[in-house]
C-alpha cells in the first residue's frame, strides 16, 4: 500500500508548496485507490507541516516547487518528495498511480525534466554519488540554466560537471 498527499489549488496542483494548505491525500493499492480525502496543513512552520504529513502516514509528495529547507525537512521524516510537477489534480493522481508522473507532460512551466531529474539526484533521491562545490544553486532550478548564484554551495552529480 502506498499513501501520497498531493499539494492542490483549486484542481490543480499548487504552484508552491511553502505556501500550501490543502492536501489530497491518497491510499492505493495494486492500481486501485482504498481512499481518498482531503486535509489541511498549518501554515507555519516548515518543519510543523512536514510532521502533520508523517502523522498522516504520507510517503509520498508530490507539489509544485518547493524551498530547499522545506524539501530538506520533509525528507528527513523519509517522505518521497517529487517536486516541480504542474497540472489537473486528477490527472496527477492517475500518472502517479501508474508510475508515469516523471513524464515532461507534468513538469511545470520553465522547468525541464532535467532539470527536476538534476534535483531529486543532487538530494540523493536517484542515489549515486554526490560532490559538493562551491557557489550556490539554491531552488533556482527553474530559473533558466544558471546553476550559480549566491550561497553556501552547491550540490553536483558525481561524474557530470555540467550538473545534468
Not at 24 to 53: N, Y
Request: charged content about 25%; hydrophobic content about 35%.
Amino acid at each position: 500500500m502506498r499513501t501520497a498527499a498531493f499539494a492542490f489549488w483549486e484542481d490543480r496542483i499548487a504552484p508552491v508548496f511553502d505556501v500550501a494548505r490543502q492536501v489530497r491525500v491518497v491510499r492505493e493499492d495494486g492500481g486501485r485507490i482504498l481512499d481518498e480525502k482531503g486535509g489541511i496543513l498549518d501554515g507555519a512552520p516548515s518543519v510543523r507541516k512536514a510532521l502533520q504529513l508523517s502523522e498522516m502516514g504520507i510517503d509520498t509528495l508530490v507539489c509544485g516547487a518547493i524551498s530547499r529547507t522545506l524539501y530538506d525537512i520533509v525528507a528527513s521524516y523519509g517522505i518521497r518528495v517529487i517536486p516541480f510537477v504542474a497540472g489537473d489534480i486528477r490527472e496527477i493522481i492517475r500518472a502517479w498511480m501508474n508510475g508515469t508522473l516523471d513524464g515532461e507532460a507534468f513538469t511545470m512551466p520553465g522547468c525541464r525534466h532535467r532539470m527536476r531529474r538534476w534535483f531529486h539526484h543532487a538530494s540523493g533521491t536517484y542515489g549515486g554519488n554526490r560532490r559538493k562545490t562551491g557557489g550556490g544553486a539554491g531552488m533556482g532550478l527553474c530559473m533558466g540554466r544558471s546553476r550559480g548564484g549566491r550561497g553556501r554551495g552547491k550540490t553536483e552529480p558525481a561524474g557530470r560537471p555540467d550538473g545534468f
